[in-house]
T-cell receptor
């Protein structure tokens, strides 16, 4: 398996609190992505990164920010968590943009906002 | 507006029979398509892909067919096995795969012994 880990695996937090999810890779891949998976919506892109300190917004970026200070780490922050952000969050990596093998996904973080 | 559509939320088949999962897309710029499989509590895993220059790609029991004129692709699993029970996501990309993946909502396949 590609070296990609997400932490924490599960988290319960209260509305209005900040939350940071971490994605760590050991593959030295340039591209990293954050998706959320919700029933009836499939996988939707939140933010992505194409290099250190190079990030951009995805389809559902409102309420989220990201940072990538090192190649191996991509952080997703919910500045003030809301119940609508209860979801399963997946990080993905890819070596390049050519879709030879697509993305490699982490195991996910299940976030519950109460 | 949903660019990648999987209109069947679920599919149930008998072990040994063929499973056919369908996917439609609306963006004519899409030229690279992938299927992912996802088990509960795990991340999606890449299954098979196809470029728009082809109309068929096989990998063991899995075959993907692409009909560009209809903007439709399908994944065939033959023979189906209980271990194939999972959620299957269709995904698409533009510009030879240089654009980010857009996913469908997924189809939950159940293969009954």
């Amino acid at each position: 398996d590609a070296g990609i880990t997400q932490s924490p695996r599960h988290k319960v937090t209260e509305t209005g609190t900040p939350v940071t999810l971490r994605c760590h890779q050991t593959e030295n891949h340039r591209y990293m992505y954050w998706y959320r998976q919700d029933p009836g919506h499939g996988l939707r892109l939140i933010h992505y990164s194409y290099g250190v300190k190079d990030t951009d917004k995805g389809e559902v970026s409102d309420g989220y920010s990201v940072s990538r200070s090192k190649t191996e780490d991509f952080l997703l922050t919910l500045e003030s968590a809301t119940s609508s952000q209860t979801s399963v969050y997946f990080c993905a990596i890819s070596e390049n943009e050519i879709m030879t093998y697509g993305y490699t996904f982490g195991s996910g973080t299940r976030l519950t906002v109460v | 507006d949903q660019q990648v559509k999987q209109n069947s939320p679920s599919l149930s088949v008998q072990e040994g029979r063929i499973s056919i999962l369908n996917c439609d897309y609306t963006n004519s710029m899409f030229d690279y398509f992938l299927w992912y499989k996802k088990y509960p509590a795990e991340g999606p895993t890449f299954l098979i892909s196809i470029s728009s220059i082809k109309d068929k790609n096989e990998d063991g029991r899995f075959t993907v067919f692409l009909n560009k004129s209809a903007k439709h692709l399908s994944l065939h699993i033959v023979p189906s096995q209980p271990g194939d029970s999972a959620v299957y996501f269709c995904a698409a990309s533009a510009q030879g795969g240089s654009e980010k993946l857009v996913f469908g909502k997924g189809t939950k396949l159940t293969v009954n012994p």
